[in-house]
């Protein structure tokens, strides 16, 4: 699938034509953009998004936001399984970091990294 380029929630343009992105790379913006999506608030579709309820509680429960992001990651048919998910949390500037291995259907690996909420 080929697809427009988006980054920190900007469309990218290269001497005034959008950027096309398309196989790894576009895998790894859909799943990013689902993962950093509150779900419910894209109005056409109110499943879309990571259910942010375990990360805005307290107390901190590392085991309830490794489940969100892999339940958000796996939306996508074309991801069977995260591994080697790491969660970095900053309780000073309360920011999360994550990366992860993406496993497709085909069995191949895409990185995924720099994800901040």
Same mark, same amino acid.
């Given at each position: ?28 913006? /859909? ?43 796996? $939306? ?20 999360? /970091? ?12 895409? $990185? ?6």
């Amino acid at each position: 699938m080929r697809t427009i380029k988006v980054t920190n929630g900007d469309i990218v343009i290269n001497n005034g034509d959008f950027v096309m992105i398309d196989e790894d790379e576009e895998l790894a913006q /859909s799943v990013r953009m689902n993962i950093e999506a509150a779900q419910g608030e894209w109005f056409l579709d109110l499943n879309y998004g990571m259910d942010r309820e375990s990360i805005e509680t307290k107390p901190y429960n590392e085991e309830a936001v490794q489940l969100a992001i892999i339940e958000a990651a796996t $939306a996508d048919e074309r991801i069977q399984s995260v591994e080697d998910l790491v969660l970095t949390p900053d309780f000073m500037t309360r920011r999360l /970091s994550v990366s992860m291995r993406l496993i497709k259907q085909t069995g191949e690996e895409v $990185a995924l990294e720099g994800i901040e909420f």
